[in-house]
C-alpha cells in the first residue's frame, strides 16, 4: 500500500469513525476530508492520464522498497477511483435534499464495495499475468480489504442518517431494490471472478507440473546426451589398439603414421577433433577442426575433464589421459558436435511457440545462456529483471527447483520451472503467460461480458420480481407506519406514562409523558433496564409486581415517590405482553399521576369525616334515600333515637326500619319530594315507647339532567321546644301576676267576641277598670301588698263576672273585662255595681286590713259596628268620665237608650 493510499484510509476513517465516538452530530469534518480524498485522488488519476508527476507520489518514501511499479508512490487507479467515489459519500451524505443525491450517495457505496472486491478477486487472480495493463491497476490486498471495510462503513453511517431513516427521498421498497441490485452484483461479480480464481489456480497447477514435467525430461535428456558424449569419448581413449599405438608410436614413426591413421579414422566417427599429445604434453597429432570455444563453454562437474561449448552448434570438449597400468603414456582430447543436445534444446513440442529452454551459467555478476529458441547466438543477462525481482535463471544457478511466476529478462511475464543441470549451469523451461492463460483470458473477458449481462438481467429481472411485494411491503409498511404514528401521537398525548418493556425489564418504547415526568430523553431510557434507572428504593417497591406481570398476571398498584421533589401518588397497571406461542415476553405498563385526584379523595376523606362528625353530634336524624327507598346514609342519630348502628341500615329499605305504618304515614311527603318538592311536615313517631314529635324535611337530589336520585331527610325531635313553645305562647298571652290574659289576648278575646257578637246580633259591652289611688296602696304598704291587692282585684273581678266572659289585666293597675251576650244596658249596670260592690268588701293583705275603691268607665255596643281600638277607646273615655265624677263608681258610653 502505497502512502496516498494510507492516508486515504485514514483520512476516511477519521471521518467516519470520530462522530461515532465522539457521538457527535454529522459535522463539516466530514465534508472536508470526503474533499480531501476527491482532490487528491483526481490529481493521481490526472497524473496517470496524462503520465506526468505532479509530485504527490512522494517517491523519498518509497525508494526502500523492493517495488516493480514503475511509478513508485502513486496510487492504482482503481484505488484512486474507490477514494474519488467515498470522497463524494463523505460529502453528499449529510447534505441529501434529493432522491437522485439518496440514490448517488448508495450507488457510490456500492461502487467503494464493487472496487474492493475486484481488487481482492485480482490479487488472487494474478491479473497481471493475464492483463498486461492490470499491473498499473494491482491493489494490494490491504487495499482491497481497506476498500471493502470502508463501503461497510459508509453504508453504516448514512443508514442511521435521518434521510435515509425517514424515507423522505428513497421508499422502503426503493431501498430493498436498490440493496438488492447491489447484492446481485456483488455476488455475481464475486462468484463470478472466484470461479476464475478457481479455474486459473487448477491451470496454474497442471502448468506447473507440465512444466516441472518437461524440465525433468529434458534434464535427464541432456544428462543422458552428455553422458552418452562423454562415454563415446572414453571408449575411443581406452581403445586397446590405440593405447598400442600410442606405446609403439614412441618408438617407431611408422607407428606414427599408423597412430595418425587412426586419428583420422576416430574423426570419421562422429568427432569433429582430435588432439594427442606425449606424455611430455607434447602434441603429436591434431586433427579435425578443433573449435575455438570462445563463445560459450562450461566445464562440466563430471569425472572427466568435459566442456560443454557453443561454435555454431553445441560441442562437448573431452580430455582422456592414456594409461597403461596406471602409467600415463599420453593424453587424447576429442571434441564432439551435440547434434542430439542441440536438437532438444531447439525442440519445444509439448510448450507454446512462447516456450523457451534455456541453459545458462553464471559468469562473474551475470548469466551467460546459450542460444534456443528465443535467441540465436550466445546472450549475456543480468540476474535481476528491471522490476527488482531474480530472473528464474537466478534461482536454478543457486541450486534451487521450483516454479515461478515471474518478468524475465524480456520484462514479459512467465511462467517457469526452474533447477540446476549440473555445476554452475542452470536449465528453465518457461513460457509466455499471456500464451498459456491466453485460453483463461479470452474466456474472463467474454464471461465478464456475460457477467455484465446477467447482471443487469438479474437487476431487471429482479425488479420485476421484487416489485409487486415491496410494493405490497411498502402499502402494510406505510399502514404500520401511519397506525404507529397514530398510536404514538395517542400515547404521547394521554396523560399517562406509557412503557413497552421486555422480559430483562428494559425499556424498548417510552411515550413522550414518561420523557417529561422523569426529565429523561429516549436515549437515557430505550435499551435501559429499570434497576439501571430507578432508585433501589423505588425498584424494591415495584419488583413483586413485575415478578407477578411476568408470569402472565394483570397487576394495578399504588406508588407514592418524590419527583422532581414533589410527593407524587402514581396508579400503575402492568399488562403482560404475551406472544403467539403464549409465552410472555415483556409487559405494559401504564402510570397515572393521581396526585390531584388522590389528594381530593383524602381531603373529600377528610370533609366526610369532619361532615360525619358535624352530623353525628347534630341532634337530628338525618338520612339519604336512594330512589328505591333504600337507605344509602345515616348519622349517630339513628342509634340515640333507634337504637340501631347506622352502617347496620345502609342499603335497607325504609320500611325495614320504621314499620309501614311509619311508611304510609311519610309515603306521601317520599312521593311528593321524588317527583322534585322540597317538602317540610310534622309527625310523630314513637319507638322504645318513646314519643317524639318529630319536624321533618325532605330534599330532592336532583342530578344535571333534571332526574331525582335521592332523597336527603333531615327530622328535628321537636318534642322539647313544642312545650316550651306552648309555654312561651302561654306566657306571651297571660299577665304573670295575675294569671289574667294579658293586653295581647284581650286583643285577641275582644276581636273574636266581637265577631261572635256580629253573628249573634246581641250587644256586648267592654269595661275599663282601674283601682283608685293604687299608688298610694304601694307608697304606704310596698310593692309586694301592692301585688296582693292586684292578684285579689283580679280574682275578685272574675268572680263577678261568668266565665264566658274575660277578665284581663291591661296594665299597672288597670283591667278590662269584656262582657258579651248582654241584651240591655242594665245588664252591664249590674256588672258594674256588682265589681263596686266586690271592690269595696274590705280587704285583707297580709296583716293588715284595707279598703278599696274602683272606678269602670263602659263601652256599650249593640248595634254600632266597632272595633276593639274604638271599643276601648270609649271605655277609657268612660273611665275618665268616672274619675272625673268623684271615683269609685262607672260610666256608661254611648249614652245608652234604656
Ligand atoms: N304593686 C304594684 N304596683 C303597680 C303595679 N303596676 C303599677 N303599679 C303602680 O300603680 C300605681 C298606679 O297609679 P296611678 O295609675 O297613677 O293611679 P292611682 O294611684 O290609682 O290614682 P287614680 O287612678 O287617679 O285613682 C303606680 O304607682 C304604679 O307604680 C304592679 O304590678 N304592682
Not at 423522505?168 to 472466484?194: F, H, M, N, P, W
Not at 411498502?474 to 412503557?499: C, G, Q, T
Request: net charge neutral; hydrophobic share 45%.
Amino acid at each position: 500500500m502505497v502512502f496516498n493510499t494510507g492516508l486515504c484510509f485514514a483520512l476516511a476513517g477519521v471521518a467516519l469513525a470520530l462522530p461515532e465516538i465522539m457521538q457527535l452530530p454529522p459535522s463539516n469534518l466530514q465534508t472536508v476530508m470526503g474533499a480531501f480524498l476527491i482532490g487528491l485522488c483526481c490529481i493521481t488519476l490526472l497524473e496517470i492520464t496524462l503520465d506526468k508527476n505532479f509530485g504527490i507520489d512522494l517517491v523519498a518514501l518509497h525508494t526502500w522498497l523492493n517495488y516493480d511499479n514503475v511509478r513508485p508512490g502513486r496510487m492504482a487507479p482503481n484505488s484512486a477511483l474507490g477514494f474519488i467515489c467515498a470522497g463524494l459519500v463523505l460529502v453528499l451524505m449529510n447534505h441529501v435534499n434529493s432522491k437522485w443525491q439518496a440514490i448517488a450517495v448508495q450507488v457510490l457505496t456500492y461502487v467503494v464495495l464493487v472496487i474492493g472486491l475486484t481488487g481482492l478477486v485480482g490479487y488472487y487472480l494474478n491479473q497481471d499475468l493475464l492483463f498486461g495493463w492490470a499491473r498499473s491497476a494491482r491493489m494490494s490486498i490491504n487495499t482491497a480489504i481497506g476498500m471493502i471495510v470502508t463501503a461497510g462503513a459508509l453504508r453504516f453511517s448514512w443508514h442511521h442518517a435521518d434521510w435515509y431513516r425517514s424515507q423522505k427521498y428513497l421508499r422502503e421498497d426503493q431501498k430493498i431494490t436498490l440493496a438488492s441490485a447491489a447484492i446481485i452484483i456483488v455476488v455475481i461479480i464475486t462468484a463470478g471472478l472466484t470461479s476464475f480464481v478457481v479455474l486459473q489456480q487448477t491451470l496454474e497447477a497442471t502448468l506447473n507440473q507440465s512444466l516441472r514435467t518437461k524440465l525433468s525430461e529434458r534434464k535427464v535428456l541432456f544428462r543422458t546426451i552428455i553422458n552418452a558424449g562423454i562415454n563415446k569419448a572414453q571408449v575411443i581413449a581406452q581403445n586397446y589398439l590405440v593405447t598400442q599405438r600410442f606405446i609403439e608410436s614412441s618408438r617407431n614413426d611408422q607407428l606414427k603414421q599408423e597412430l595418425a591413421e587412426e586419428a583420422r579414422k576416430i574423426l570419421g566417427s562422429q568427432f569433429t577433433g582430435v588432439t594427442l599429445f606425449d606424455p611430455l604434453g607434447k602434441q603429436i597429432f591434431a586433427g579435425g577442426q578443433n573449435r575455438s570455444a570462445d563463445n560459450i563453454q562450461i566445464k562440466l562437474n563430471t569425472q572427466t575433464s568435459a566442456t560443454l561449448f557453443w561454435d555454431d552448434g553445441f560441442f562437448l570438449k573431452t580430455e582422456f589421459p592414456i594409461e597403461i597400468q596406471t602409467r600415463q603414456i599420453g593424453k587424447i582430447v576429442l571434441e564432439q558436435k551435440m547434434d542430439e543436445f542441440e536438437h532438444q534444446m531447439f525442440n519445444i513440442d509439448g510448450l507454446g511457440a512462447s516456450a523457451e529452454i534455456a541453459i545458462c551459467t553464471a559468469v562473474k555478476t551475470k548469466i551467460q545462456c546459450f542460444p534456443n529458441t528465443v535467441k540465436s547466438t550466445p546472450f549475456m543477462v543480468e540476474p535481476v529483471g528491471a522490476a527488482g525481482h531474480p530472473l528464474p535463471m537466478a534461482y536454478a544457478l543457486q541450486s534451487e527447483t521450483g516454479f515461478v511466476q515471474a518478468l524475465d529478462y524480456r520484462q514479459k511475464n512467465v511462467a517457469a520451472f526452474f533447477s540446476p543441470l549440473s555445476n554452475n549451469l542452470g536449465i528453465v523451461v518457461k513460457e509466455d503467460t499471456a500464451e498459456l492463460y491466453a485460453g483463461i483470458r479470452d474466456a474472463l473477458v467474454s464471461c465478464s461480458l456475460i457477467i455484465c449481462i446477467l447482471s443487469g438481467f438479474g437487476i431487471v429481472l429482479l425488479r420485476f420480481q421484487l416489485h409487486p411485494l415491496t410494493s405490497r411491503l411498502f402499502s402494510s409498511e406505510n399502514k404500520l407506519r401511519k397506525s404507529e404514528k397514530r398510536l404514538k401521537a395517542i400515547a404521547d398525548n394521554i396523560p399517562a406514562i406509557i412503557a413497552h418493556l421486555d422480559v430483562e425489564e428494559r425499556y424498548l418504547f417510552i411515550n413522550a409523558q414518561t420523557s417529561k415526568t422523569f426529565d429523561a430523553g429516549d436515549i437515557d431510557i430505550i435499551g435501559h433496564t429499570i434497576k439501571e434507572i430507578r432508585d433501589p428504593e423505588l425498584y424494591a417497591h415495584l419488583q413483586p409486581y413485575i415478578r407477578m406481570v411476568l408470569s402472565g398476571q394483570r397487576v394495578t398498584f399504588e406508588s407514592s415517590l418524590n419527583l422532581n421533589g414533589k410527593p407524587t401518588h402514581l396508579q400503575s397497571s402492568y399488562v403482560p405482553d404475551i406472544d403467539a406461542d403464549d409465552n410472555v415476553v415483556g409487559f405494559y405498563a401504564m402510570t397515572f399521576d393521581i396526585t390531584i385526584p388522590k389528594n381530593n379523595e383524602l381531603r373529600q376523606r377528610e370533609l366526610e369525616q369532619q361532615l360525619r362528625t358535624i352530623t353525628d353530634n347534630l341532634p337530628v336524624l338525618i338520612t339519604y334515600i336512594d330512589k328505591e327507598l333504600n337507605f344509602k346514609f345515616c348519622n349517630r342519630t339513628m342509634f340515640k333515637w333507634m337504637g340501631i348502628e347506622p352502617q347496620d341500615i345502609i342499603n335497607h329499605p325504609v320500611t325495614d326500619l320504621f314499620g309501614i305504618t311509619f311508611f304510609e304515614q311519610a309515603r306521601a311527603q317520599m312521593d311528593r319530594a321524588l317527583r322534585g318538592e322540597r317538602v317540610e311536615f310534622s309527625s310523630e313517631l314513637t319507638v322504645r315507647n318513646v314519643t317524639r314529635l318529630l319536624q321533618t324535611t325532605y330534599i330532592p337530589e336532583q342530578i344535571s339532567d333534571g332526574s331525582i336520585v335521592g332523597i336527603y331527610t333531615l327530622s328535628s325531635d321537636v318534642t322539647d321546644s313544642k312545650i316550651i313553645e306552648n309555654k312561651l305562647t302561654m306566657l306571651a298571652r297571660v299577665d304573670s301576676l295575675t294569671g289574667l290574659p294579658n293586653r295581647l289576648q284581650l286583643n285577641e278575646k275582644l276581636n273574636e267576641a266581637i265577631n261572635r257578637k256580629k253573628r249573634s246580633k246581641k250587644a256586648m259591652a267592654v269595661m275599663f277598670i282601674d283601682i283608685d289611688h293604687f299608688k298610694s296602696i304601694n307608697d304606704t304598704m310596698g310593692h309586694a301588698a301592692g301585688d296582693a291587692v292586684l292578684r285579689e282585684f283580679g280574682r275578685r273581678l272574675k268572680a263577678a263576672v261568668r266565665t264566658t266572659d274575660t277578665v284581663a289585666r291591661m296594665a299597672g293597675d288597670e283591667f278590662v273585662i269584656i262582657i258579651e251576650e248582654i241584651q240591655t244596658v242594665e245588664e252591664a249596670k249590674l256588672i258594674a255595681e256588682k265589681i263596686i260592690e266586690q271592690a269595696n268588701q274590705i280587704w285583707q293583705i297580709g296583716a293588715q286590713q284595707l279598703s278599696v275603691t274602683t272606678s269602670i268607665g263602659v263601652a256599650f255596643n249593640l248595634d254600632e259596628d266597632l272595633n276593639s281600638d274604638e271599643l276601648l277607646a270609649i271605655a277609657d273615655k268612660a273611665l275618665y268620665r268616672t274619675k272625673a265624677n268623684g271615683r269609685n263608681g262607672y260610666f256608661i258610653l254611648p249614652p245608652v237608650v234604656c
